[in-house]
């Protein structure tokens, strides 16, 4: 079992910046893929961006040139850079761990984006 845990998240003013991590750790053999998905109140989880192991990284259409995925594999770390933060980006934003077919997911962590 994989646990996942999540840090970076908080309030910041339009046009800022945050950077998000995740921590994964417990039984990790064959990561395939690691990256973010977010949801704000009354809508569907979506992709934010996602490192797919011999692939390549993927990001939502609405964060392509803001934001920026990176890992660390040595430490089975993921990190998401945030820039050019809007209100619309305010959401729970969740770690995502894929090991062959099995997903696991952090506890999610709270971006705010004030006006």
């Known amino acids: 079992q994989v646990q996942l845990v999540e840090s970076g998240g908080g309030l910041v003013q339009a046009g800022g910046s945050l950077r998000l991590s995740c921590a994964a750790s417990g039984s990790i053999s064959n990561i395939n893929a690691m990256g973010w998905y977010r949801q704000a109140p009354g809508k569907q989880r979506e992709l934010v961006a996602i490192?797919?192991?011999?692939?390549?990284?993927n990001y939502g259409d609405s964060v392509k040139g803001r934001f920026t995925i990176s890992r660390d594999p040595g430490a089975n770390k993921v990190y998401l850079q945030m820039n050019s933060l809007k209100p619309e980006d305010t959401a729970v934003y969740y770690c995502?761990?894929?090991?062959?077919?099995?997903?696991?997911w952090g506890q999610g962590t709270q971006v705010t984006v004030s006006s």
């Open positions: 995502y761990y894929l090991e062959g077919s099995l997903p696991s």
């Open positions: 490192i797919i192991s011999a692939v390549g990284t």
